[in-house]
């Protein structure tokens, strides 16, 4: 099984990124390297980080487990989060910006394959899993699929339907192309990383040095 880099790039995302962590560390897909990096948050970020790794480590719950042979309840203690995920935690002083942050991230990814899903976002428990097993069969280097717009009520108030991957499509609809990608983090030597001229617009000019570089897309038509 390869291993999965997500790097998760923050800044002043508190209310949102500890969902959006968990999302990540619950993923169905076991083999996982989250990278996480603060670009020089002035909210409560860093606080919360801080205390991450030992909350990681040391949360537990006591479900009901069985009942013993008087009827009584026998409860015991189980860790609530994965013990095979690598956690890494980044974070900077000061505002480093945008496409800095998620290049802190990307230039530490050791895994096989890539992605970064920024702190705001919440991707969906099966959505590593199920792009791997995209990626493989269609022997990709490039693969996303639709998503979910949702207010702060968990609302849906768009869908995004991206279309199936041709050259000329991606420079109409790719600035829509959002959490749900994962690709081979071999192209980084190809395509580098994000260009820190960009402070908006970075993940778009990323995918089409993708394009130009002739990766191999695949659309996977699910949210």
């Not at 096989?112 to 269609?138: R, S």
Request: glycine fraction near 6%.
């Amino acid at each position: 099984m390869e291993k999965v880099s997500i790097i998760i790039p923050t800044f002043n995302q508190f209310s949102y990124l500890p969902a959006c962590i968990d999302h990540c560390l619950f993923q169905t897909y076991p083999c996982l390297e989250i990278i996480i990096v603060d670009g020089g948050s002035t909210d409560d970020t860093k606080a919360y980080l801080k205390g991450l790794m030992h909350e990681i480590a040391t949360r537990s719950c006591e479900p009901i487990q069985e009942m013993d042979e008087k009827g009584k309840i026998v409860r015991k203690s189980i860790k609530v989060y994965p013990t095979n995920r690598t956690v890494e935690i980044l974070t900077f002083e000061n505002d480093i910006g945008a496409t800095c942050t998620y290049n802190e991230g990307l230039k530490r990814a050791t895994g096989t394959y890539c992605t970064y899903i920024v702190g705001d976002d919440l991707p969906h428990p099966h959505m590593i899993e199920e792009l791997v097993t995209a990626l493989e069969a269609n022997k990709a280097d490039f693969v996303y699929s639709d998503m979910n717009v949702v207010d702060d009520k968990g609302r849906i108030i768009r869908q995004m339907l991206l279309p199936d991957y041709n050259f000329k499509s991606c420079f109409a609809i790719w600035y829509h192309l959002g959490v749900s990608h994962l690709y081979k983090t071999k192209w980084h030597k190809s395509v580098g990383l994000m260009d820190e001229a960009y402070q908006s617009a970075n993940d778009y000019d990323h995918y089409l040095r993708f394009a130009m570089a002739g990766a191999k897309f695949y659309h996977v038509p699910k949210i």
